[in-house]
């Protein structure tokens, strides 16, 4: 991947956030034992990991890298952390640094316990710790604030971003139109990891001269065209052309499918498990970096419409509120596939009957709804859906 041979080594090599590049490097130069660790927010692919690589590699130390997503509950933070500490003494005078990723990954549906096993091992570590957070708003991740020296990163201004594509396409001999790269990084929305991604991928399908206006389509044009597609192969084509990210894409396909008139409710019902698996797939891209995985995502999202025709209906309901009650809909498809095991049901009855029931079982029921949430390992985006359900019952 070209975002990983062009992943700097340098704290220098960075591009945006030169304040708080400037604040971890001193976090780390002036560490002592009993300082604070180290907590980088912000968005994805801004540069908070791979600050916190090259400022260890420039000060001398070795990290020590865990997925905090990866091992989430009690045991197994502890499995992976409190050996470190033990042996410490057999990395001889080496200097280390523990580094914490997507420690946001902890809170939600994990074992809560988790994140107080982390409170108590960033208080008593004798070594620094670092850690990332993609999330800065939830809940569980306040203790960690407050315990932590917080760094905020921001996406990479357009115009910066702009300058740094045009530098990696001159450097790479990349055969990419000037004026595309102001678009990539403006869709891009500040993720310097996206923005090259997304030079490569379009970088072999781009022709040294040729008109550029079809490389890329955005808005209702783009989706009309690709609704309208006969077959898969053209169907693959035009959603690679659409101007958007992949997230955006998986909504508005979603919000066809939905409201679509004309489609019987059977192929309603393969195309939403289509598009199901497209997000499923986009999460293990974003978690793992997978990159590879996007052409499996087209498919699913290409399968999902391919030869339904399908067209595309302008919603009354403003895209905030669909937009929530896709989110709304992903957590209720979880709860009912986590529950219908324990009460032996079908997933439906559990949404349909079960949960609308609990709602108003916990309405004045606040500390009932605390046990049967931490009981079933559920977290925030659980408790928002049951008090909605609450508050319209």
């Given at each position: 991947?070209?975002?990983?041979?062009?992943?700097?080594?340098?704290?220098?090599?960075?591009?945006?956030?030169?304040?708080?590049?400037?604040?971890?490097?001193?976090?780390?130069?002036?560490?002592?034992?009993?300082?604070?660790?180290?907590?980088?927010?912000?968005?994805?692919?801004?540069?908070?990991?791979?600050?916190?690589?090259?400022?260890?590699?420039?000060?001398?130390?070795?990290?020590?890298?865990?997925?905090?997503?990866?091992?989430?509950?009690?045991?197994?933070?502890?499995?992976?952390?409190?050996?470190?500490?033990?042996?410490?003494?057999?990395?001889?005078?080496?200097?280390?640094?523990?580094?914490?990723?997507?420690?946001?990954?902890?809170?939600?549906?994990?074992?809560?316990?988790?994140?107080?096993?982390?409170?108590?091992?960033?208080?008593?570590?004798?070594?620094?710790?670092?850690?990332?957070?993609?999330?800065?708003?939830?809940?569980?991740?306040?203790?960690?604030?407050?315990?932590?020296?917080?760094?905020?990163?921001?996406?990479?201004?357009?115009?910066?971003?702009?300058?740094?594509?045009?530098?990696?396409?001159?450097?790479?001999?990349?055969?990419?139109?000037?004026?595309?790269?102001?678009?990539?990084?403006?869709?891009?929305?500040?993720?310097?990891?996206?923005?090259?991604?997304?030079?490569?991928?379009?970088?072999?399908?781009?022709?040294?001269?040729?008109?550029t206006d079809h490389q890329f389509m955005s808005d209702t044009a783009a989706l009309d065209a690709v609704l309208k597609a006969g077959s898969m192969s053209e169907t693959l084509t035009l959603l690679r052309q659409f101007d958007a990210q992949p997230y955006e894409k998986i909504r508005a396909i979603y919000d066809s499918v939905v409201s679509a008139k004309n489609l019987p409710l059977e192929s309603r019902a393969d195309s939403l498990e289509m598009v199901a698996q497209a997000d499923l797939i986009l999460g293990r891209i974003q978690k793992r970096q997978s990159w590879r995985l996007l052409r499996y995502f087209d498919r699913f999202l290409a399968g999902a419409i391919v030869s339904k025709k399908i067209s595309r209906t302008d919603s009354s309901i403003p895209w905030n509120l669909r937009l929530a009650i896709w989110n709304d809909g992903k957590v209720l498809k979880q709860m009912s596939v986590s529950l219908s095991d324990e009460y032996h049901v079908g997933k439906s009855d559990i949404a349909s009957f079960y949960l609308p029931f609990f709602a108003f079982y916990f309405k004045y029921r606040p500390a009932a709804m605390d046990h049967f949430l931490e009981r079933n390992n559920f977290g925030d985006s659980e408790r928002r859906v049951l008090t909605k359900l609450t508050v319209k019952k």
């Open positions: 991947m070209l975002s990983e041979k062009l992943r700097p080594k340098k704290l220098s090599q960075l591009v945006g956030n030169e304040e708080a590049r400037l604040e971890a490097f001193k976090w780390l130069k002036k560490w002592k034992t009993g300082s604070k660790p180290l907590l980088l927010t912000g968005p994805p692919g801004v540069g908070k990991s791979t600050t916190v690589y090259a400022v260890a590699s420039e000060l001398g130390y070795t990290i020590l890298e865990y997925n905090a997503s990866d091992v989430r509950t009690r045991d197994r933070l502890r499995e992976a952390l409190l050996p470190t500490l033990e042996n410490a003494s057999l990395f001889g005078k080496e200097k280390l640094l523990i580094f914490l990723d997507e420690i946001d990954g902890i809170s939600g549906r994990s074992d809560y316990a988790g994140m107080d096993f982390v409170l108590d091992f960033i208080e008593n570590a004798t070594m620094p710790v670092a850690m990332a957070a993609n999330l800065e708003d939830t809940q569980k991740l306040k203790k960690i604030e407050q315990k932590s020296l917080v760094i905020r990163f921001n996406p990479v201004p357009v115009d910066v971003l702009t300058i740094y594509l045009r530098a990696i396409v001159s450097k790479e001999d990349l055969d990419i139109p000037d004026s595309l790269l102001e678009r990539v990084a403006r869709n891009s929305r500040g993720d310097v990891r996206q923005a090259i991604t997304t030079l490569q991928t379009i970088s072999g399908k781009i022709i040294a001269g040729s008109a």
